[in-house]
């Protein structure tokens, strides 16, 4: 039912979607519902952290 969206270049904060009720994820629910996005939030860095995940800085330009 839930996706979290990471932060990225554009949005530098997590995003929360309901897919039940919103599929083209247009309502960000991570104010109102700051308890699954913080339950979320250390579910995938629990993930990130056990698998070695390398999470890439956006603030960074790789290009250069």
Partial sequence: QWKLADP???ED????YN???DPGEQIDLANVEPEILKNLVEQ???????TGMIVP???VDYAQ
């Fill in 19 to 21: 897919l039940v009720s």
């Fill in 8 to 10: 990225n270049v554009i």
């Fill in 44 to 50: 995938w860095e629990n993930y990130a952290k056990e």
């Fill in 57 to 59: 800085d956006y603030n």
């Fill in 13 to 16: 904060q997590w995003r929360l």
